[in-house]
């Protein structure tokens, strides 16, 4: 639990905790020592109300009028606030706690958290046997009380002032210290998704600032690793484009007039021969073969190369993809959104666009059993985007990429782009983004 909680909280609750407790402290020793201290103090006062009394009596019993002396000593008592004499039809002698309740500048809830003990004392005084009144100690407290509620909020103002001046000191020492933490860590996390370009800014302390630079010097480590891993792709995609090249010339320039001398021959063998009987249904699916045949090299020279894209451009490429996408696949609805200005896009992007079309078409023709698609391709922003969706049955979880879109994910990756393949709204969305920059146009160097 403790190790969930952010720094600054770690950092300023035992602070906290220990002020509240410094005060809490101050406030019980303060009443654990207040009782004894006013104990202490009227002492004095409490042994001189006995000797008083004492004296009095052996004077008033030796006396020839007693009660002319007794007036005489509360006359000389006017000037004393703590002795007094109470007659006996005054009653008993009021508490010392009975003159406290309202002691000014002090608050009641700290006279009542002293502990205020039993200081009063009172010695009877008699006059021929009788007891005529009381010689009483009363002390006002008051001056005593104001004085411990002077230093008790003194020590509160300390203990106030302390934590506000540590407050302060932690708050600027957790801000240059977590500031830079904060940025170590989102440097990390836009390395650990690729971003090696934007430096971490190196700040803090010395131990900080170390892992701010070891941090930069790993992400020029990672940035040059990947620009070498983009030249391997670039020079991997050139070296297949090349051997495609290689065999779709082949193909079209040895295969295909093979076949066509085939069928003329065919056809020749045909016309001279009669057209019924055993003879005539063999040229009959002779020719048949070889227009299948046809038709499947014409495929594999499309998937190879589509040698028309630099003739025609990449928008009339793909509309002519698309069409012959509605021929193969009736039962799938097609619509497209094709930019007219893909024809501006040649070299290793058109291809990686056009071949990123068609394999994802390819996937939902073969295994999305889905019954509407829809392409679109723009270009906005710098960068030109490609998508793909079906309501299909979706993809294995285990099997995010297939082999044909593994090959364009590494494709776009030689060209800094992004191929992800996700599922939404019942829909899976195949979405390429390829930034334009310096390789609209450019081949891919070998």
């Known amino acids: 639990m403790w190790q969930r909680l952010p720094f600054r909280t770690q950092l300023f609750l035992p602070l906290g905790v220990s002020f ?3 005060l809490v402290m101050g406030g019980v020793l303060l009443q654990s020592f207040s009782a004894s201290q006013l104990a202490d103090e009227n002492e004095p006062g409490r ?68 502990a205020i003990p039993d200081i009063d004392a009172a010695s009877p005084v008699i006059i021929d046997g009788k007891r005529v009144g009381d010689i009483v100690f009363v002390p006002d407290l008051s001056a005593d009380l104001f004085e411990k509620w002077i230093g008790f909020l003194a020590l509160t103002s300390l203990i106030a002032v302390l934590m506000v001046l540590t407050g302060t000191i932690a708050f600027l020492f957790a801000r240059s210290a977590l500031q830079p933490l904060q940025d170590l860590g989102a440097g990390l996390t836009r390395i650990r998704r690729g971003d090696y370009a934007t430096p971490i800014p190196v700040a803090g302390p010395p131990e900080i600032r170390q892992s701010c630079e070891e ?14 891993n983009r030249d391997l792709l670039h020079r991997l995609v050139s070296l297949q484009d090349d051997e495609r090249h290689d065999l779709a010339r082949e193909l079209h320039d040895e295969l295909g007039p093979l076949l066509f001398s085939i069928r003329a021959g065919t056809i020749a063998l045909s016309e001279a021969s009669p ?39 990449l928008e009339a490429s793909v509309q002519t993809l698309l069409r ?17 200005n893909l024809n501006g896009i040649s070299g290793p992007l058109a291809r990686t666009v056009y071949r990123v079309i068609q394999e994802a078409l390819t996937n939902v023709l073969r295994h999305a059993g889905a019954k509407n ?3 679109e391709a723009a270009i906005s922003g710098g960068a030109l985007t490609v998508e793909v969706s079906d309501d299909g049955g979706g993809f294995p979880a285990d099997n995010v990429f297939g082999r044909g879109l593994t090959g364009m994910h590494e494709r776009v990756r030689a060209l800094s782009g992004s191929l992800s393949l996700l599922r939404a709204d019942e829909r899976t969305y195949v979405r390429c983004r390829l930034p334009l920059g310096e390789i609209r146009g450019e081949p891919i160097s070998g």
Do not use: C
């Open 47 to 114: 042994r001189s109300v006995q000797t008083v009394a004492v004296a009095l009596n052996s004077a008033l019993s030796a006396s020839d009028s007693p009660r002319k002396m007794l007036d005489a000593f509360v006359g000389s008592l006017a000037t004393s606030n703590d002795i007094q004499f109470r007659p006996v039809e005054a009653g008993p002698a009021p508490s010392v706690r009975d003159g406290l309740h309202r002691v000014h500048g002090v608050p009641q809830w700290f006279v009542d958290l002293i």
């Open 20 to 22: 509240v407790a410094a």
């Open 373 to 375: 698609a829809h392409v």
């Open 324 to 340: 012959n996408f509605r021929s193969q696949a009736r039962h799938i609805g097609l619509t497209a959104t094709i930019d007219s």
């Open 275 to 313: 057209q019924t009987g055993h003879l005539g249904n063999s040229v009959q699916e002779v020719m048949r073969s070889i227009e299948a045949l046809q038709q499947t090299n014409r495929r594999i020279l499309d998937r190879l190369r589509p040698l028309y894209i630099e003739e025609l451009g």
């Open 215 to 228: 941090a930069n010097a790993l992400a020029a480590t990672l940035a040059q690793l990947s620009q070498h």
